[in-house]
Nanobody, 122 residues
């Protein structure tokens, strides 16, 4: 199994910055895409950004130009640098990873972290 542990959430004022980290551990053979999702109260979970093992990135339109996703493959860690935060960014942020635990595994499995809260006050 693969465990994902997030850190770095907290409370900031509008215009502030936060950096989220997510470290994957366990019986990891290979990790493909890693990403960040968020879920605000009463809303569906949505993709914020993701990054492939090769470094290709994808962002939600609402965060383009403000958030930057990066990854350290050697550490199995993904980061989300969030700047110019807005109250609408307030949500629980979840790390996700698509991984295999064995060379014999054919299909990729999706794993989730426990979530970290980000609160932006006006």
């Amino acid at each position: 199994q693969v465990q994902l542990v997030e850190s770095g959430g907290g409370s900031v004022q509008t215009g502030g910055s936060l950096r989220l980290s997510c470290a994957a551990s366990g019986s990891i053979f290979r990790i493909n895409t890693m990403g960040w999702y968020r879920q605000a109260p009463g809303k569906q979970r949505e993709l914020v950004a993701d990054i492939t093992s090769g470094g290709s990135t994808n962002y939600a339109d609402s965060v383009k130009g403000r958030f930057t996703i990066s990854r350290d493959n050697a550490k199995n860690t993904v980061y989300l640098q969030m700047s110019s935060l807005k109250p609408e960014d307030t949500a629980a942020y979840y790390c996700a990873a698509r991984a295999k635990v064995s060379v014999l595994q054919v299909l990729w499995n999706d794993y989730w972290g426990q979530g970290t809260q980000v609160t932006v006050s006006s």
